[in-house]
């Protein structure tokens, strides 16, 4: 592979913690300081590719909720039966759907959900991971209800156990303190100095 982004930034978190918010205001954020970010996700191929054999919207698996928990289900497991034969499979399908990858000063891959995927971002990359947390409540009040089958699956907990976060955004609704988080996220990258 050529030469990478400066970081990557990987996203954990359940759903409905705010990952696609949080990362969000990342971008913001960096862009305003006249960085180049890319954001990516795991699940971007798998939901085109998935769309594609299915018969689906693959753009709308990506960023329409309803449509998309639908069959969120059977989408997870389609998914497992292609990383049981190559666990990299979708992580380098993402990153190969960048284009000038050198270029980018921060590529955030918003949804690592597996050690395996933590596993190839760091050996590929010079990667650090984020973990974004919100309590039960907070969830809820988003629209997350228990969905047997993928709230308790891997895709969902394979990183629960997980401890070595680089950083740890707590999302509870608490704007200013989410904002401080993330200038200090930005300046801890290291990517300002060009």
């Not at 913690?17 to 990516?40: A, F």
């Not at 947390?133 to 891997?154: C, H, L, P, Y």
Request: proline share 2%; net charge negative; hydrophobic share 30%.
């Amino acid at each position: 592979m050529d030469k990478g982004p400066k970081i990557l930034v990987g996203f954990s978190g359940k759903r409905k913690s705010g990952k696609d918010y949080v990362s969000d205001e990342l971008i913001k954020k960096g862009e305003n300081l006249g960085l180049r970010i890319v954001r990516r996700g795991v699940s971007y191929p798998l939901k085109e590719e998935y769309g594609v054999e299915h018969n689906l919207d693959g753009e709308r698996l990506k960023f329409d909720f309803e449509y998309k928990e639908k069959v969120r289900k059977e989408m997870v497991v389609w998914g497992e039966q292609i990383r049981s034969k190559d666990p990299a499979y979708f992580c380098r399908k993402t990153v190969e759907a960048v284009t000038d990858l050198s270029s980018v000063d921060i590529l955030i891959i918003s949804d690592c959900r597996r050690p395996t995927d933590l596993l190839y971002f760091k050996s590929h990359f010079n990667a650090v991971f984020l973990r974004v947390e919100a309590d039960i409540e907070t969830r809820k009040e988003r629209g997350w209800e228990f969905q047997d089958g993928v709230d308790n699956s891997e895709s969902e907990c394979g990183l629960d156990d997980y401890k070595c976060w680089d950083f740890l955004i707590e999302n509870n609704g608490d704007e200013e303190q989410l904002q401080k988080d993330l200038d200090e996220l930005i300046h801890k990258l290291g990517v300002l100095q060009k």
